[in-house]
């Protein structure tokens, strides 16, 4: 299966940017990047001038664990269509309009709470609806971006996505660090008002992505493909309240249990750390067997069809599987699901290790998001022009390289200090490398999605690539309290090892039988 054309001319790679679909995923991109941040770096600062310990702080980087299990909901979005909105609209772009309605609505919750005053858990709250709908929205951007165009564009439309993303990021990050600090809150003088002006003038900026679906047009391959009558949907609908009921009842009643353990436990090994997340993935494999168990019962009981259930969540897993066979398959989710866990552990507790150095906000927002941005955008076309000049697997292995190599020049940082010539390096090097990983990776995730189950696929692909490294990030802000900066990133970078054996291994399996 070849997804790129190495013997493109350049000139046709650059002509292609200019293409409509390849313009749309550039602003569906900027509405993509705008949640993420606002549940990472900018509410971590946020939380740290509040007076929340760090260990809570990246604590809250579980709120965005939606997007790792995106999966669960993905065929409610994939076959359900919204009254009146699908008729209007159809299917992906209805479900689009409501994500980006209901991120909106999250933004503005999230604002309206003071971390300093009120309970942690409203915030909580705030940002998990946060993280669940902008996931819904990486379902159906996903999803649009794959049935939208051929695969010969995909490369290219992942730069141009990546770009957007990182727009978005930038208006998330470096706009609410610069309103922050210019409506006057200080690490040193702490002011609600100011981060809560911010985060609503923020949230005006999803209207880039509220006007750009309403006036793209609709797949053709999207056209269709729903369930049939009113009965199946509020079916469907009740079997997919009832695996996340019963996901979120297990994890709330399991947690005095799960202290109570990490007590236990920890006075038989040393390290806590590692006894908390070993408990924390019990906690996530007992969840998602309950759930698997109360979904099972929901179709016995004939609420839901047992064939629209099997053609929904089993028949886009079996595909992935006929297509590649067992061994490759495995190989593929292996793959899948480690290559950006250098990256993402390391990003949870990136604004907080800058400021503990002694960056001050502008300073962040200055160099990491708005120089940064520019060398991620810069990547990011490099790796889309780069994949589809030497084909995906090459550069996907050369970005895992660089993305592991780049977190050892965060020991260097962390041994200089307050280091203006140093962090331009760094955050140089670190977007550089990821731009190019991540256009690459987008690339050679679509390649593997079969388009008769795009949003279903893509959905099981890119929760897979973000649950452990999500998971381990929680553990971030313990990890340093315990180690200090150095060590972590350079596990953080040894963390890339496993990926660069997978990615040479997958592309030897290619070379034997089908090639990418």
Same mark, same amino acid.
């Given at each position: ?7 493109k ?19 569906l991109?900027?509405s ?5 941040? /606002?549940?990472? +770096? #900018?509410?971590?600062?946020?939380? @740290? ?6 260990? !809570?702080? %990246?604590? =809250? ?16 979005v994939?076959?359900m ?50 993280g669940f ?10 999803a ?11 490369? /290219?439309?992942? +730069? #141009?996505?990546?770009?957007?993303y @990182? ?6 990050? !470096?706009? %609410?660090? =610069?309103?922050?600090?210019?409506f006057?809150?200080t ?44 009965k199946?949907?509020l079916?469907?609908?009740f079997?997919?309240?009832a ?12 947690t005095?249990?799960?202290?109570k ?9 040393s390290?806590?750390? /590692?006894?908390?997340?070993i ?12 759930a698997?168990?109360i ?57 907080v ?5 002694g ?36 550069i ?34 670190d ?43 929680g ?12 060590q972590f ?8 090892i496993p ?18």
């Amino acid at each position: 299966m070849s997804i790129t054309n190495p013997e493109k001319s350049l000139l046709t790679t650059l002509t292609a940017f200019s293409h409509p679909r390849v313009v749309t995923m550039l602003f569906l991109g900027i509405s993509a990047g705008i949640p993420l941040l /606002l549940i990472f +770096s #900018s509410l971590s600062l946020w939380l @740290r001038e509040a007076g929340i310990q760090r260990e !809570a702080v %990246t604590y =809250f980087s579980w709120a965005a664990l939606g997007y790792s299990f995106k999966f669960v909901w993905a065929p409610l979005v994939d076959k359900m269509p919204l009254p009146l909105l699908s008729k209007l609209l159809g299917r992906r772009r209805a479900w689009l309009l409501l994500s980006q309605i209901m991120i909106i609505l999250s933004i503005v919750a999230m604002a309206f709470i003071d971390p300093a005053k009120d309970t942690l858990t409203l915030m909580a709250w705030a940002a998990v609806c946060l993280g669940f709908s902008s996931a819904t929205q990486d379902i159906v951007i996903d999803a649009y971006r794959i049935e939208s165009a051929d695969s010969n564009l995909q490369a /290219l439309m992942s +730069s #141009s996505y990546i770009a957007g993303y @990182r727009i978005g990021m930038l208006l998330a990050g !470096a706009g %609410t660090l =610069f309103l922050a600090s210019y409506f006057g809150s200080t690490t040193e003088t702490y002011d609600y008002h100011a981060w809560q002006s911010s985060y609503l003038l923020i949230s005006g900026f999803m209207l880039i992505g509220v006007i750009t679906t309403l006036t793209v047009a609709e797949p053709p391959q999207a056209i269709g493909n729903s369930l049939n009558t009113h009965k199946d949907h509020l079916g469907f609908l009740f079997l997919f309240i009832a695996l996340v009921s019963a996901f979120i009842a297990c994890f709330y009643y399991s947690t005095e249990l799960a202290e109570k353990a990490k007590l236990i436990v920890s006075t038989l090994i040393s390290n806590k750390p /590692l006894v908390g997340f070993i408990i924390e993935l019990f906690r996530l494999a007992l969840a998602l067997i309950i759930a698997s168990i109360i979904g099972k019962c929901v179709i016995l009981s004939g609420i839901v069809k047992q064939q629209i259930a099997v053609q929904t969540y089993m028949v886009p897993i079996q595909d992935f599987f006929q297509r590649y066979g067992y061994l490759l398959a495995w190989l593929l989710l292996a793959l899948i699901g480690l290559y950006r866990i250098s990256d993402i552990v390391l990003g949870v507790i990136s604004n907080v290790f800058y400021q503990d150095l002694g960056f001050s906000k502008p300073e962040i927002a200055s160099v990491v998001k708005s120089f940064g941005l520019a060398m991620t955008i810069t990547g990011g076309f490099l790796g889309g022009l780069l994949a589809v000049r030497f084909g995906v697997m090459r550069i996907l292995f050369l970005g895992a390289l660089l993305s592991a190599l780049t977190n050892l020049l965060f020991m260097v940082l962390a041994q200089a200090g307050h280091d203006m010539f140093m962090l331009y390096l760094v955050i140089s090097a670190d977007n550089l490398s990821a731009g190019l990983a991540s256009a690459a990776f987008i690339a050679f995730l679509s390649s593997l999605t079969n388009i008769s189950f795009t949003a279903v696929q893509y959905a099981i692909f890119s929760s897979l690539m973000t649950l452990l490294p999500k998971i381990l990030g929680g553990y971030s802000g313990t990890l340093v309290e315990t180690l200090g900066y150095s060590q972590f990133f350079l596990i953080t970078a040894i963390m890339g090892i496993p990926v660069l054996l997978l990615i040479i291994l997958a592309e030897k399996y290619f070379q034997l039988g089908t090639k990418l």
